[in-house]
């Protein structure tokens, strides 16, 4: 079952703004993960934050956690026209080896 | 770097067809997993496999059964293809859990199968 729902399904922001994803989840976690995927490619992991983590930091990504919320947030700073990409959440579900993975937020940034 | 393959980007069989998707991964992982991705459905998981000739159901496993004989190797079969299974299948592979925290899971590219 699908636990992670992000939102907005779309953004179309202009290179050098500021893009916010946000992501919910239905159950416990361990950690969340965000992962950003190229048209027609694989996705490649971007961060994990832990459920003990309020935020955390990589380079032009922040991403928050709020687990009395069930929610997380992804914010990419000063966007570049090669971030478009569509943007998935995925939490482990409180166990286990496998994760769930979110419908994805399409970013288009345009110059 | 670390390297998941998938044998093919394109394929395209008919219905009833049996199908095979190979992974191969470099890394020397645990686990592997196959998806399928559909528009406005995201990724659901089909089958993964956390060590050789282990498997568990995923999300989705009907019509599809998975084979896993060498720690690096990780098959989809679709048993007799049906049209509903044309979709984009990716692999992925992650080391195991640590400090009770999953880790990264690696993508391989996909493959795009067509079922007509």
């Known amino acids: 079952s699908q636990q992670g729902e992000e939102d907005p399904q779309a953004l179309s922001i202009q290179e050098g703004e500021n893009a916010t994803m946000n992501c919910s989840y239905k159950?416990?976690?361990?950690?969340l993960q965000w992962y950003r995927q190229n048209s027609g490619r694989g996705l490649v992991h971007l961060i994990l934050i832990r459920s003990n983590e309020r935020e955390k930091h990589s380079g032009r990504l922040r991403v928050t956690l709020d687990t009395s919320k069930k929610s997380s947030s992804l914010l990419i700073t000063a966007s570049r026209a090669a971030d478009t990409a569509s943007y998935f959440c995925?939490?482990?579900?409180?166990?286990?080896?496998?994760?769930?993975f979110g419908t994805g937020t399409q970013l288009k940034v345009e110059l | 770097d670390v390297k998941v393959t998938q044998s093919s980007r394109y394929l395209v069989k008919r219905t009833g067809e049996k199908v095979f998707l190979e992974c191969v991964q470099d890394?020397?992982?645990?686990?592997m997993f196959w998806y399928r991705q559909d528009p406005g459905l995201g990724l659901r998981l089909i089958y993964f496999?956390?060590?050789?000739?282990?498997?568990e159901k995923g999300d989705i496993p009907e019509g599809y059964s998975v084979s896993r004989e060498k720690k690096e190797r990780f098959s989809l079969i679709l048993e007799s293809a049906s049209t509903n299974q044309t979709s984009m299948y990716l692999c992925?592979?992650?080391?195991?859990?640590?400090?009770?925290?999953?880790?990264?899971?690696?993508f391989g590219d996909g493959t795009r199968l067509s079922i007509l």
């Open positions: 995925a939490t482990d579900g409180g166990g286990g080896n496998k994760l769930t």
């Open positions: 992925a592979s992650s080391s195991l859990r640590q400090a009770g925290s999953n880790q990264p899971q690696h």
């Open positions: 890394m020397d992982h645990e686990n």
């Open positions: 496999s956390y060590d050789v000739k282990m498997k």
């Open positions: 159950t416990s976690i361990n950690n």
